[in-house]
């Protein structure tokens, strides 16, 4: 069996437009959007949205292939690079216009067997390079969990007003998805609104929920997959996770390879601590080096999000490589938020 869904439901993800036309019909709350092929078509449509402007390639780029700005020259030659074929080649070809959404982002990975379904915690991840959610847009550079933002009430609309809807439209239109439905979403002034969909588990979510996950995994994929979803035994852990992601240097431009890392042992040796590696490889000598942008997911679980933040940047510090980078505020304001109201979800 496979954990995962068909060539139809896989369009989700792999094209923006059928993603964004699928959730209109399923009546899903999203960004107001228009799908382009030509510039100036684009362009005359952005010129009806409100600052920040949102330009987003249909296929696959590797998390790179969003924009987001405030500033409508840069938001027009970013398009017109995409349609051009010189950015993201076919894949960017056509573009997605979006409103700009404004609130905190969320994430939720949800185990889907084609009839029901089982939510794994929330979570939150950083896409911006720079500190303070400045720079480019890259495929995550940390994330955390559980989100004290999340309410009872945030959870039952996140369930009622976009993943329901999502599960009943594809059991209408006859989609047999059974996989991760991973939704990204933000919190706006008008409740939370989808972003878009992924059918995998996300990266750097997963390393931030998974570890919180206190059940038998592969048995729930498994039955989920069979179409036949067994969730006993399946609960969030009373703790928190937090992981953050070091990149090579010239990251998310581009990568720099063959730079040899020190100190995972070290920082694995930490109680609480797994180093997930990623854009690694070993060279001649044996030595393990950078092989990628992202090259590892430095995540730590605590009782609390302060105590796994901590734990997480104690692990950061004993790792080493040339042009190492990562960000410094991964769940910073959250682990304070934490201390006052302990988030469960």
């Known amino acids: ?7 139809d439901g896989a369009q989700i993800e792999g094209s923006k437009a ?18 382009f092929t030509e510039a100036e078509e684009a362009i005359a449509f952005m010129k009806t949205l409100p600052a920040p402007y949102v330009v987003k390639t249909n296929g696959l780029a590797s998390g790179k292939g969003v924009v987001v700005t405030d500033d409508f020259e840069t938001a027009c030659e970013d398009l017109r690079d995409k349609l051009s074929g010189n950015a993201f080649g076919s894949a960017g070809t056509t573009v997605i216009i979006e409103e700009g959404m404004v609130g905190p982002e969320l994430s939720l990975l949800y185990v889907f067997d084609g009839k029901g379904g089982f939510a794994l915690p929330f979570s939150q991840d950083f896409k911006r390079i720079g500190d303070g959610d400045v720079g480019l847009m890259t495929g995550g550079m940390g994330a955390y969990s559980p989100v004290p933002i999340v309410t009872p009430e945030i959870a039952d609309q996140v369930m009622q007003r976009i993943v329901d809807p999502t599960c009943t439209q594809l ?13 990204g979403l933000m919190l706006t002034s008008e409740g939370p609104k989808l972003i878009e969909y992924n059918v995998r588990f996300g990266d750097p979510e997963a390393q931030a929920v998974l570890p919180r996950f206190g059940g038998d995994l592969v048995a729930l994929l498994d039955s989920a997959a069979r179409g036949a979803l067994q969730v006993s035994g399946s609960v969030a852990l009373d703790n928190a996770c937090v992981t953050i992601t070091v990149a ?7 990568s720099h390879s063959g730079d ?21 490889e070993t060279n001649d000598d044996g030595e393990l080096v950078t ?29 080493h490589f040339d042009g190492m980078y990562f960000r410094k505020d991964i769940a910073a304001k959250a682990s304070v938020a934490s201390e006052t109201r302990k988030g469960t979800l």
Do not use: C, H, W
């Open 291 to 319: 092989a990628g942008g992202r090259v590892l997911n430095v995540t730590a679980v605590a009782s609390t999000l302060a105590e796994a933040r901590d734990r997480a940047y104690e692990a950061v510090d004993l790792i």
């Open 248 to 254: 090579s240097a010239g990251y998310p431009e581009s």
């Open 18 to 35: 059928f993603m964004k036309d699928f959730v209109e019909r399923a009546g899903v709350p999203t960004a107001r959007y228009g799908t």
């Open 1 to 7: 069996v496979v954990f995962g869904p068909g060539a």
């Open 171 to 183: 059991i209408k239109e006859g989609i047999d998805y059974r996989g991760m439905l991973y939704a």
């Open 260 to 280: 040899v890392i020190t100190g995972i042992d070290a920082a694995e040796a930490l109680e609480g601590v797994i180093v997930f590696q990623a854009g690694t």
